[in-house]
């Protein structure tokens, strides 16, 4: 990978909003390759970084994932609460310590091991978070507690654990339509599941 600090030039940073998370105005320029600088303005919206979780017991060929209300989607014209894999920003934990605390509190399983599988950006052109995901491998014995989330943090979560075959068919029909979710479903059916 090639660092591009030398062809940016952040010129002004204006705080548009610091009520729920940052939303900052940045007037920058770029170096084009062909040498020209070209100024622009964007905003960006700084949340922290997340990490997302795909809980899974092979030999039942289940997953488990969660549901609940959205107000972006909702906003957006979404008229269903959103499936989803378990995720939460890190809130200056490092990413396998966040996800173990967030899966537990969402789902109610206590993962002893998880494995990461890779990290990305979900939105760069608008959002600066970067996520990590995992997978983690549950059976009866994991089961902690109920899950649901922090009624405090204001989460109201409900629990669904699926056969796998039913997650794919929601993914294909649309009724799962989260994006690190999908991706993680698909990895599931490349690495995990696979016929």
């Not at 084009?32 to 600088?37: A, I, L």
């Amino acid at each position: 990978m090639t660092d591009i600090s030398d062809r940016v030039r952040i010129d002004e940073t204006t705080v548009l909003s610091d009520n729920w998370y940052i939303l900052r105005k940045v007037q920058f320029a770029w170096r084009r390759k062909d040498g020209t600088w070209q100024e622009g303005t964007r905003e960006a919206y700084d949340r922290g970084n997340g990490c997302t979780i795909l809980l899974f017991h092979r030999q039942k060929r289940r997953v488990v994932l969660t549901r609940q209300f959205r107000l972006p989607a909702y906003m957006n014209g979404y008229r269903e609460m959103l499936i989803e894999a378990a995720a939460g920003l890190l809130d200056d934990a490092d990413p396998e310590t966040r996800i173990r605390a967030e899966a537990e509190e969402e789902t109610g399983y206590r993962i002893a091991k998880v494995n990461k599988v890779f990290e990305m950006f979900m939105s760069p052109g608008s959002v600066t978070e970067k996520l990590t995901f995992f997978i983690g491998e549950y059976d009866a014995a994991s089961k902690s507690g109920d899950g649901g989330g922090i009624a405090e943090e204001g989460e109201d979560i409900e629990v669904l654990e699926l056969p796998f075959d039913e997650a794919v068919a929601m993914m294909a029909d649309g009724r799962i339509c989260d994006a690190k979710t999908i991706i993680l479903l698909q990895y599931a059916q490349l690495h995990i599941f696979a016929k």
